[in-house]
């Protein structure tokens, strides 16, 4: 009963931010990559989740490689998007990368290093994607990704010290059913606003 007070609360939190979860972002320069992982609700939660379901395998090359793929992939599913254009699916995707996340940390689903790092990148790609198919001509496509870049390792590296700070500790369990549980929720929230 704690826990759905717990989960309500966050969602409250992030509510002003979900309309805002994907369309419409500013992409002019390095502040706008930067702010977006921040402030766009699917990015922070897939790359918080994800740096947060990389750590608690405890082995730190499981959470670089995770992160590392992370970042390649985002870079590479963006400049996809540069050379494609927009694809409606994509945003389908993207709402299925934060469902999955979502499931992988609230179920502590534990893969190899591999595994782990190649669902990651994957759902990363389709991030980056979005972002490169709604670049506008005339912008720096490069100050862009590279705000993005830090402010996604920034992310991922928070979600992975939750981990680290929570391990072996009483409230381990609880904040991964919880995280997780977040992450599920607003899932299903931006299917139905995107």
């Not at 930067?34 to 405890?58: E, K, M, N, T």
């Not at 972002?131 to 705000?147: D, I, K, P, R, Y």
Request: glycine residues 14%; proline residues 4%; positive net charge.
């Amino acid at each position: 009963m704690m826990y759905g007070r717990w989960i309500a609360l966050l969602i409250l939190f992030f509510t002003p931010s979900i309309a805002l979860a994907h369309p419409g972002h500013d992409h002019a320069g390095l502040g706008a990559g930067f702010l977006h992982p921040l402030s766009g609700l699917d990015h922070l939660l897939v790359l918080l989740g994800i740096g947060f379901w990389a750590a608690r395998s405890g082995l730190a090359r499981g959470s670089l490689a995770a992160g590392a793929a992370v970042l390649a992939a985002l870079a590479g599913g963006f400049a996809l998007g540069l050379a494609q254009g927009p694809l409606p699916v994509i945003e389908f995707g993207i709402v299925a990368s934060v469902l999955l996340t979502g499931l992988l940390v609230f179920f502590g689903a534990r893969l190899p290093v591999a595994f782990t790092a190649a669902i990651a990148a994957g759902f990363a790609v389709l991030h980056g994607f979005a972002h490169g198919a709604e670049m506008a001509a005339g912008l720096s496509a490069v100050a862009f990704l590279s705000g993005f870049l830090v402010a996604s390792s920034i992310l991922l590296a928070a979600g992975a010290g939750l981990a680290v700070l929570t391990r072996g500790a009483a409230l381990e369990r609880p904040t991964r059913r919880a995280a997780g549980g977040v992450l599920v929720v607003a899932s299903v929230y931006l299917l139905i606003v995107v």
